[in-house]
């Protein structure tokens, strides 16, 4: 059976196919886009993008699936964004993103409102930030109540493209723990959240279990539930219990582990969600400025390969002769939950070269992964492997020093297709090819060499 996988990202959505008999990709394609940023802060994405995109992007996962058709698909993509709709499902404005600030009273509002941060982690799992759901549809409220009026439908942006898929308001519950009106630990939207910030329950799709059928397309193919970005891409490098953890190095860095059983850190500094697996949850830990603190130096620093980079910061041992980079180049969030926080360069000599440089901004990130790691793993995480992903994972150097950090051994996926495989595992499940997701897991997910 050869299934389908969507990632809807911010910059493009990309898309796989997969042979269900062994994992292996037989076709991909992507199909990029812009967002819009009207003021300083502000991120807003028209939803219409996102449809055009997949469909030209399923139209030619389609012909290279060839005459039988796909047998399933499933959809991911970017968390957090607000998509409102009327009563006739109508795009009533532009699409607030994950990465828009412009919510800040907001944020704290919701806060104060549920009684302070630590009820609302006690409730939600969470505390609230600036590029989380909840915020933004306050802001709207407070901004733009003629619109707010009208609102008869809010789905996150995935679900925008299931709406028009297959004529179905849903969404999933990894992707529904991202937006603060849920109850991570009880699976389901809160009654408390929703009441305090007098949103309409009907609004709100049904949050369903990842691999659930969730609608199909007029051809008859059915469409997972899915999952958000980082719950797909957490099963597509089989990080499906605790023991595995996923280490993303793109432009901001992640630590996610599967967890035994629910829990949430006391200050919210871990986001707490349920896993893309019935009756599962993961803690991730995040860091701002990742990959995203090395492409910094490359850019400011002259036309260089990021390879070069590398061969020149090899020069240098293990601390750059007394040199450290704090990683904080657009604030923090994991463990420093402070977007005023900056990052630096200590210790400098007239001996320090753009490869010590390098090294440094190496060394310093990963030890903000290390923050991170510490305390997923104080929520019973078990960390006893790394599956790395993401850019930053083609280094064999800030592979070594990675595990060195983190005292984990590393390994890279077979295939690093990111959410979209992870997605495209989900559809296998919702087109019968496995029972459930530790099935699709074990049958494609496959490592290379460990990095000690």
Known sequence: MIVAGLDV??????????????????????????FDTPRPGWAEQDPELWWRGSERVLSALSAAAGGDGLGGIGLSGQMHGLVALDSADEVLRPALLWNDQRTAAEAREIEERLGGLEALVRVTGNRSLTGFTAPKLLWMAHHEPELYARIAHVLLPKDYVRLRLCGE???????????????????????????????????????????????????????AAGAGDQGAGALGVGVDRPGPVSVVLGTSGVVLAGLPAYAAEPEGRVQASCHALPGAWFGMGVILSAAGSLRWLRDVTGDVAFGGLDAEAEKWGPGAEGLTFLPYLTGERTPHFDPGARGAFAGLTVR?????????????????MRDALDLVASLGGHPRVGRVSGGGAKSDLWMRIMASVLELPLERVAVDEGAAYGAALLGGIAGGAWAKAEEAVQACVRTKATVD
Do not use: I
Request: charged share 25%; glycine share 14%; no cysteine.
């Open 352 to 368: 320090h070269d753009r490869g010590a440089l390098a090294r440094s901004v190496l060394e310093g990130v990963a030890f903000g």
């Open 169 to 223: 308001h849903a969404t999933d519950v990894t992707d529904a723990s991202g937006t603060l009106w849920f109850d991570v630990g009880k699976r389901r939207w809160s009654d408390t959240v929703l009441d305090a910030l007098e949103v309409d329950p009907a609004w709100l799709p049904p949050a369903e279990e990842s691999g659930v059928v969730s609608g199909t397309t007029p051809g008859g193919v059915p469409v």
């Open 9 to 34: 990202g911010t910059t493009s959505v990309k898309g796989l196919a997969l042979d269900t008999d062994d994992g292996r990709v037989v076709a991909s394609a992507e199909e990029g886009y812009p």
